[in-house]
């Protein structure tokens, strides 16, 4: 029996059957037939020895020849693969989605809840304003007064301030009007009351950049402003001078004596005894207030440092000092204790000084006779 090779009868096969039916084989119909006859062929063969290696043998040819059926034949598992990593991408971008919808949503809720807190906030206070609605007396009750501004300042804590009543009653103002200049204006700026020269003010406030003439006017009206504010401190200063000669001014007074604000007297003998404020003149700028003692009866200056320096001794005049000892019975000491010199012991006579003036005296007219 002769034996053929694989490769010599599979091509004499498709020959063959190229040439009975006279037509094109493809590599489909090339695989399936060539693997048909290769069955009727395989009998004829020694099954111990082309058994195993002829199945092997189709097969290969069968890949071979069928290249296309390979491919369809692992169609199936690529899709399914693609399939899934389709499926595993879709999944992935639902999943990011819903992550940005869901941070989308918080930064909305995130948004609402401080718009909340924003009109829960207005709405508080729309209700004040509901609540507290709006009255012009209400207004001026809640502002500070001129009066309550001026003795807020620091330099002015040695003030109290003076009863609007006291100020508009016209006998306590008697001399003053010859004292200050733009008396009754300053009057109605510690009074807060509306100037009619105020809509005359107004009008030369709108002026023009260019007009040289209004711009100097206008300087001029903010330079008397600051005028009027010093006059006004003025003119408060000598009412303030005649409120506290007042019952109810000493009674004010008396709660700044006890806080002992003005200080307590330098001398040793008088057991840090409270001071009073007082002046030697009744002239606004004339000299600045003095402290007063009543337990030794002197007066002294101020520290350099003190604010009450950079007050006019008029604020509280020649009187106040005085008439306040009398009138809560502040008595000074009758047998006052100076101070005598002593040297080892043994004091100096007071006359000392005198009598060595003398004998000074004695000698310098002794030696011009000589000279003479």
Same mark, same amino acid.
């Given at each position: ?115 909340? &807190?924003? #009109? $829960?906030? /207005? +709405? %508080? *206070?729309?209700?004040?304003?509901? =609540?507290?609605?709006? @009255?012009? !007396? ?53 009074? &807060?009351? #509306? $100037?009619? /020269? +105020? %809509? *005359?003010?107004?009008?030369?406030? =709108?002026?023009?950049? @260019?007009? !040289? ?121 009758k047998k006052k204790i100076y101070y005598t010199p002593q040297i080892c012991g043994f004091t100096i006579n007071r006359d000392i000084r005198e009598t060595l003036y003398m004998d000074m005296n004695k000698d310098n007219s002794e030696s011009s006779e000589e000279y003479s």
């Amino acid at each position: 029996m002769e034996f053929m090779s694989y490769n010599e009868s599979s091509n004499e096969i498709v020959q063959d059957e190229n040439q009975e039916e006279g037509m094109n084989v493809s590599d489909e119909s090339l695989c399936g037939k060539g693997a048909e006859h290769w069955e009727d062929v395989k009998y004829e063969i020694a099954d111990d020895v082309f058994d195993g290696d002829a199945n092997d043998y189709s097969n290969d040819y069968c890949n071979y020849g069928g290249g296309d059926n390979n491919v369809q034949r692992s169609d199936p598992i690529l899709e399914e693969a693609e399939e899934e990593e389709e499926e595993e991408e879709e999944e992935e971008e639902e999943e990011e989605e819903e992550e940005e919808e869901e941070e989308e949503e918080e930064e909305e809720e995130d948004d609402d809840e401080e718009d909340d &807190d924003d #009109d $829960d906030d /207005d +709405d %508080d *206070d729309d209700d004040d304003y509901d =609540d507290d609605e709006y @009255d012009e !007396d209400d207004f001026n009750e809640a502002t500070v007064s001129w009066i309550e501004w001026f003795c807020q300042l620091k330099q002015n804590i040695f003030l109290i301030e003076v009863d609007e009543d006291f100020i508009r009653d016209e006998f306590n103002l008697i001399g003053l009007q010859n004292k200050v200049p733009h008396f009754k204006k300053l009057l109605k700026i510690i009074l &807060d009351e #509306d $100037d009619d /020269d +105020d %809509d *005359d003010d107004d009008e030369e406030d =709108d002026y023009d950049e @260019d007009d !040289d003439e209004i711009n100097r006017g206008s300087e001029e009206i903010y330079k008397n402003k600051d005028i009027y504010e010093q006059n006004a401190a003025c003119l408060y200063g000598l009412i303030h001078s005649r409120f506290i000669l007042t019952s109810k001014g000493l009674a004010l007074m008396r709660e700044k004596y006890k806080s002992g604000i003005y200080g307590t007297c330098p001398s040793i003998y008088c057991d840090n005894a409270k001071l009073l404020p007082t002046a030697i003149s009744e002239v606004p700028k004339f000299l600045s207030p003095l402290l007063y003692c009543p337990r030794c009866c002197e007066t002294y200056y101020p520290h350099k440092n003190s604010l009450i320096n950079q007050l006019d001794g008029s604020y509280f005049g020649t009187s106040f000092a005085s008439f306040f000892a009398l009138s809560f019975n502040i008595q000074s000491d009758k047998k006052k204790i100076y101070y005598t010199p002593q040297i080892c012991g043994f004091t100096i006579n007071r006359d000392i000084r005198e009598t060595l003036y003398m004998d000074m005296n004695k000698d310098n007219s002794e030696s011009s006779e000589e000279y003479s």
